[in-house]
């Protein structure tokens, strides 16, 4: 039947090199099927990026007292701005150190109340039971692809106890453009995360802007959700939690970002025509159901906040994206890496790639030359 959860998930005969992008007409039809994000846990990251299996840096939303009357300069303060070394790669750690942080998730109901109990090995993960893993930010990269054209990705592959990781290497473009960042996108960087502690606080005092801004802590949700056959489990960033909603996690977490103020009418509609489709994919994957947007001038200077809600999003496209395409796009990507990565081994990688401007996505293969990105501190909590 159509719009069966069943739907989508393989492939039958020889394994095709390349996976079209175009035409986008081969993605359109109902909405594949997509369950509710669910909260499984979080974890926080310290001001060195170490690991915390807690909530310690989840803020909560603090409006502006008179949103009417705003004046936030998001340039203040940004010789003090204390930056993430964006030379360091985390890969998936973060994610797999949740998962040792929280195995109970994962190991057998019958190993952990069984009568033989074996100390040695029943702590120990057998499989995880999840079809892919990855960071949030890279399902929504894939699901913005069949609507981009001038930025690329290349994400990292391996099939490991039956679990396919997913990890994004950076592009040599990308490099490039985080090298050579003039001092007005740094600013503007800069300015987002300065919005952030304009509006956000501890929850137990009001936010201090006197204080240098970091984009170092964090706090990050850890998700899980089926797509079509496919059990998925992520984690993302999220920004603050909306006081008093009586709403459980992810419901109750809010998306901030800042943008640039509408000018002109062409301004207006390509923020809707370009800028939502981001904002919706990234948010409706984990489940947050509302972002918030300053809206700075030229000068850096946001007066004006505007609410978004992630479900109405789409029905602003005007015809220039829709959402059942980027779904369906990310689900039949999705059975076309697992009919790729079939060798079930933690140095096997597979490196697919979409170059801008191309209307394929390729990929290649490669055994211990470097690209594995599965420690063996993580392998070692498998049962051998
Ligand atoms: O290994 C990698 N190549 C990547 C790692 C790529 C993207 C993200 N990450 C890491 C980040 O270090 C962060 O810990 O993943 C975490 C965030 O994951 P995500 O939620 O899946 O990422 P995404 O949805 O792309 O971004 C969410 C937020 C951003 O908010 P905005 O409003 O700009 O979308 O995470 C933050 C940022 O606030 N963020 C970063 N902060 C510092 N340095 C970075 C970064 N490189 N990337 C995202
Ligand atoms: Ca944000």
């Known amino acids: 039947p159509p719009h069966s959860r069943r739907d989508g998930g393989s492939y039958t005969g020889p394994v095709p090199r390349t996976f079209a992008v175009r035409p986008t007409t081969n993605f359109t039809g109902q909405f594949p099927f997509f369950s509710r994000p669910r909260e499984l846990g979080h974890f926080s990251l310290e001001i060195d990026r170490s690991f915390v299996n807690d909530d310690r840096h989840l803020k909560h939303y603090y409006p502006p007292s008179k949103e009417s009357d705003l004046d ?4 203040q303060g940004f010789e003090t701005f204390v930056k993430r070394d964006d030379n360091v790669k985390e890969r998936l750690n973060n994610v797999m150190k949740w998962i040792i942080h929280n195995k109970q998730h994962f190991l057998k109901p019958e190993r952990t109340v069984g009568v033989h109990y074996d100390t040695e090995t029943d702590d120990m993960i057998e499989s995880l039971g999840i079809d892919f893993i990855a960071w949030r930010g890279h399902f929504t990269k894939f699901l913005c692809t069949p609507n981009e054209n001038r930025e690329g990705w290349e994400m990292a592959v391996t099939l490991f106890r039956g679990t396919i990781y997913i990890s994004e290497v950076e592009t040599e473009q990308d490099r490039q453009h985080r090298l050579e960042m003039n001092h007005w996108e740094k600013q503007c960087m800069y300015g987002g995360y300065k919005f952030e502690q304009y509006v956000t606080s501890d929850g137990k005092k009001a936010p201090d ?17 089926d797509l079509g056959p496919f059990k998925l489990l992520y ?7 909306q006081p008093g909603s009586t709403l459980k996690p992810p419901e109750n977490y809010l998306e901030l970002k800042t943008s640039r103020k509408w000018y002109t009418h062409k301004n207006e509609s390509s923020f809707y025509r370009y800028k939502l489709l981001k904002w919706w994919a990234q948010s409706f994957l984990v489940g947050i159901p509302e972002v918030i947007c300053g809206f700075r001038d030229d000068d850096g200077v946001v007066q004006e906040i505007k609410h978004f809600k992630t479900m109405e999003m789409p029905k602003h496209s005007m015809g220039s994206w829709d959402g059942s395409v980027c779904f369906n796009f990310l689900l039949k990507l999705l059975a076309f890496i697992k009919s790729v990565a079939v060798i079930d081994d933690p140095s096997m990688v597979y490196l697919f790639e979409r170059k801008p ?3 394929v996505i390729s990929y290649t293969e490669h055994r211990a030359d470097g690209q594995q990105f599965i420690p063996e501190w993580y392998i070692s909590a498998f049962k051998n």
């Open 235 to 241: 984690s993302g960033e999220v920004d603050c939690l």
């Open 357 to 359: 401007g191309e209307s």
């Open 72 to 75: 936030l300069d998001l340039r």
């Open 209 to 225: 802007p006197s204080q240098p801004v970091n984009n170092i802590e964090a706090f990050c949700t850890v998700v899980r959700s």
